[in-house]
């Protein structure tokens, strides 16, 4: 697919601060505005994209062979154009249809699209929960009474035989171990289905650790690696960033021992905290609600007739 006016370029760990750069136009607290989410996945969701005097454009392709994009990366007062810019690229030069996922709701306000030209379908599977980070750092009233019991639970249980730690590159054939520990207990559910490309992307982020600005937090029990967290702040939004968060769930209390803990150490003076999405897996949904979200950043299908 070759177009003198829209040469697609490929991600590559070089043009790293070119991207943030996009990145920082417009922050609108997805999970998708998180530029290390993009290197960690980019294998599993290969993407292209190319510049306009105003934004960034993507062009993805799935594995079904479809064409399809994201919201593009520029000023809210651009976004009108850059759409036009990416339908414009579908129709023309692909001979397609536009498909855009993971459209935030201040872009769809903005973009205030015509009822007869798209189709707009909320998706709740891909919305993001965002949390009080002092809430889940203390497990502060009633609501966490639950949390914060269980947190307990575990630091008297196993009083003198955890510890937590940062970890780094290190640390990977530890951490590559855990994973796949973790990954035997998950065989029935969609989670296996994308452990494979996870680790893939973790292995990643540690191979090149100088260059993403992240934490990597870890509880060890008897000395074993039980449970990882990998998180990263925007000081834009006042936000910690959280992909991964992955423990032994037959140890009680692990989970929220390393949330509140890695906060915590990592995080102590962040605001707020995404932790993605749940998938639209029901046991992830249900865990991610009992954390208690403040809010959920939503996100729609576009769909050009």
Not at 198 to 220: A, Q
Not at 224 to 249: S, W
């Amino acid at each position: 697919m070759v177009d003198e006016k829209y040469p697609l370029r490929e991600i590559e760990l070089k043009d790293y601060a070119l991207l943030q750069s996009y990145y920082e136009l417009r922050r609108p607290e997805t999970a998708d505005s998180n530029l290390m989410d993009l290197f960690m996945w980019k294998e599993q969701y290969p993407t292209k994209y190319f510049l306009t005097e105003k934004g960034l454009i993507w062009v993805a392709k799935g594995q079904d062979g479809q064409y399809y994009t994201t919201v593009p990366c520029c000023k809210k007062e651009d976004l009108q154009e850059c759409f036009l810019e990416t339908k414009k690229f579908f129709n023309d030069v692909l001979k397609k249809k536009l498909q855009m996922y993971l459209v935030d709701q201040e872009a769809l306000e903005c973009l205030n699209l015509p009822k007869d030209e798209y189709v707009v379908v909320p998706d709740r599977t891909y919305a993001d929960y965002v949390y009080d980070a002092e809430k889940l750092r203390q497990f502060s009233g009633k609501k966490y009474h639950g949390k914060k019991n269980h947190r307990n639970a575990f630091i008297r249980m196993y009083e003198g035989r955890y510890r937590f730690a940062f970890l780094n590159k290190q640390h990977e054939n530890e951490i590559m171990e855990f994973l796949e520990e973790w990954k035997k207990g998950k065989e029935d559910t969609k989670e296996y289905e994308l452990i494979d490309a996870e680790i893939t992307g973790i292995k990643y982020l540690l191979k090149h650790e100088e260059v993403f600005d992240y934490k990597i937090g870890g509880v060890y029990l008897d000395e074993k690696l039980q449970g990882i967290t990998i998180g990263n702040y925007c000081e834009t939004e006042d936000m910690v960033y959280i992909p991964v968060e992955k423990a032994n769930a037959n140890v009680r209390g692990l989970y929220p021992y390393l949330c509140s803990e890695f906060l915590k150490q990592a995080f102590p003076t962040a605001g707020k905290v995404n932790r993605e999405d749940d998938m639209g897996l029901e046991g992830l949904r249900k865990s991610k609600l009992s954390y208690h979200p403040i809010y959920l950043v939503e996100k729609y299908t576009v769909i050009q007739k």
